[in-house]
């Protein structure tokens, strides 16, 4: 019998493919795997996969039905995210069926790189079919337009489309389903129409790609979980070659209060604005990033500020040189639940709520994040004001 870990007080025994608890979670009395995988019916599960540099999140809803959110890698030409992402949902579902894929953003560590690795590799060497693939919409809003967007492109306008059902992402409800008491709300997607569609001729900073990342809020019982791929909360140029702009500003209203944040852009500075988190509040954050990160994530200040919300998980250490703030490095970060209530992350108990929360001028934004809350003409500043260049007229 192997034996290999699956998460801090979890022992996945290969032998009968059955889970033992060794921690304070309860079993689900009556409950048996469904179709040979860890898995139970009566359970939500998030789990946060640790591929190293690249971002990968797969979610099960109660009745078995699954959403990948991103399947990336390190470099263009490598499959080690594909290759340990795929035997882990195989682990988990007990099959090669995803009904949905939600790519954040077209950037390599969230997708891979069609003829090689990521999502491309699941599909075509590993056997996984898709019910629905949904994205962005890359035809209208190009921002940097790099190469693995063009990539993308062209593989969803040939083979890839006739096997993965693309589908544009939407704001609101109703594009994804996890089955009966699961609600999938995508409060960010392209900009939210901050930005202008198509690109400038001879634009010397577009829009990075991480502005127009899907977010989306995930609620069960009273469970509130937000992600956001590398959503952007500062308006800057970068040092190469584009620009971010404050998308979190936009979003934060939509998404209100949450338990759970799957912190945007593995911890960068350029997320995790003091508005965003003073508007969410989350009690729960957990970052997916790599040892060795070449951007140097986490940043300090973005670890700070989520230290005073809540609860800090990592899938690995990332920058040595960041203090954590007691932050818990566990490798695979998986939240379970089957009541939306009590819920579990990497053998830790919290219980998710509905805090009351003010917004006595009906502006959107709670008094926490309200300058005036008073007024419904004072809201919060973006953070580093605006772009005009790529701002989109209203």
Not at 112 to 129: A, D, I, S, V
Not at 220 to 245: K, P, Q, R, W
Not at 347 to 365: E, L, S
């Amino acid at each position: 019998m192997r034996v290999l870990s699956l998460d801090r007080g979890w022992l996945l025994l290969l032998a009968g493919c059955s889970l033992v608890p060794s921690g304070r979670m309860p079993a689900v009395a009556g409950a048996e795997p469904s179709g040979g995988g860890t898995w139970q019916p009566g359970w939500l599960e998030i789990h946060h996969i640790d591929a190293g540099q690249a971002s990968s999140t797969l979610i099960v809803g109660p009745t078995g039905r699954s959403m990948l959110v991103d399947a990336g890698e390190a470099d263009w030409e490598a499959d080690d995210g594909a290759l340990i992402v795929g035997p882990y949902i195989k682990n988990v579902l007990g099959s090669s069926h995803l009904d949905t894929v939600l790519v954040s953003h077209f950037h390599l560590d969230h997708t891979g790189y069609p003829g090689h690795g990521g999502l491309w590799h699941l599909f075509n060497l590993q056997g996984f079919t898709v019910g629905k693939f949904l994205h962005r919409d890359f035809s209208r809003y190009l921002g940097e337009n790099g190469g693995t967007l063009a990539r993308w492109r062209g593989y969803l306008a040939g083979e890839g489309g006739t096997a993965l059902h693309p589908e544009i992402a939407k704001l609101g409800d109703g594009q994804i389903d996890l089955g009966p008491g699961v609600s999938v709300r995508v409060v960010a997607v392209d900009g939210n129409g901050r930005l202008s569609a198509q690109g400038l001729a001879g634009d010397p900073a577009p829009p990075s790609e991480n502005d127009y990342s899907v977010a989306f809020v995930l609620r069960f019982g009273l469970l509130d979980y937000f992600s956001g791929g590398d959503l952007s909360g500062e308006t800057l140029v970068s040092d190469f070659g584009y620009s971010y702009h404050d998308i979190e500003y936009v979003a934060a209203p939509l998404a209100k209060d949450v338990d759970v944040y799957r912190v945007s852009h593995h911890g960068s500075d350029h997320s995790s604005s003091p508005t965003f988190l003073a508007e969410l509040w989350p009690r729960v954050d957990i970052i997916e990033v790599g040892d060795g990160n070449p951007d140097g994530h986490p940043h300090q200040a973005a670890v700070d500020r989520l230290a005073a919300t809540g609860a800090l998980y990592l899938t690995e250490r990332g920058n040595p040189d960041t203090n954590l703030r007691g932050g818990r490095v566990v490798g695979h970060v998986v939240l379970r639940t089957t009541d939306g209530i009590d819920y579990w992350v990497a053998d830790d108990h919290h219980v998710a709520a509905d805090p009351p929360r003010v917004d006595a001028d009906g502006d959107g934004y709670f008094q926490e994040a309200d300058p005036d809350d008073t007024s419904p003409l004072a809201v919060p500043a973006p953070r580093g004001g605006t772009d005009p260049a790529h701002q989109a007229s209203h």
